[in-house]
């Protein structure tokens, strides 16, 4: 199993495009969690999707969305971007609901740069 | 609020000497801690947990709630230690990670 995985690796956008990025959870996972990691800082939450649910949102504004397919993969829109959204962006799948007793894995994320 | 304070970005220690990643919590309930690392050029993974009370690749994190500590301990330093070091609060269904500790281990 490859792991969690994300696309693309690297992107480069100017601002008040729109994003989308892509993950596909390890096979059997059903919980994907999305994560913005600014430079310098720890990541930071941004959505958890369970069973196609959204079953949590981190503070960020309306712009960010994702979704998740009935085959687990989820993907992540940013629209209108900002500078302030170049970041590296992580997903995580875990078996189940993302709860204290689940363990996430994380993919390798994707790098975004806005111009 | 959740919160999470990691107070050294940067931690240099020689080789077979003990290190310790500090780590502060504030958290009105009960506290769910971990541990997660990132080794150069790999993903994020978890590294310890504190309702398994395990000991993973010889470190060890003991919750202290009287002083809202978790942090991470190894007796004896080794090379491949090295790595960035993330602790992390698990609350409302999601976790809320600190701003890392890069720890470097000197041969």
Known sequence: ???????????????????????????????VSWYQQVLGQGPQFIFQYYEKEERGRGNFPDRFSARQFPNYSSELNVNALLLGDS??????SSL?????QETQYFGPGTRLLVL | ???????????????GAPVELKCNYSYSGSPELFWYVQYSRQRLQLLLRHISRES?????????????SF???????????????????FGANNLFFGTGTRLTVIP
């Open chain 2, 71 to 89: 942090h991470l301990k190894k007796p004896f330093a080794q090379e491949e230690d090295s790595a960035m070091y993330y602790c992390a609060i």
């Open chain 2, 56 to 68: 993973i690749k010889g470190f060890t994190a003991d919750l202290n709630k009287g002083e809202t």
């Open chain 2, 1 to 15: 609020a959740q919160r999470v304070t990691q107070p050294e970005k940067l931690l240099s220690v020689f080789k």
């Open chain 1, 87 to 92: 970041a590296l962006y992580l997903c995580a």
């Open chain 1, 96 to 100: 189940e609901q993302f709860l204290d």
């Open chain 1, 1 to 31: 199993d490859a792991g969690v995985t994300q696309s693309p690796t690297h992107l480069i956008k100017t601002r008040g495009q729109q994003v989308t990025l892509r993950c596909s959870p390890i096979s059997g996972h059903k919980s």
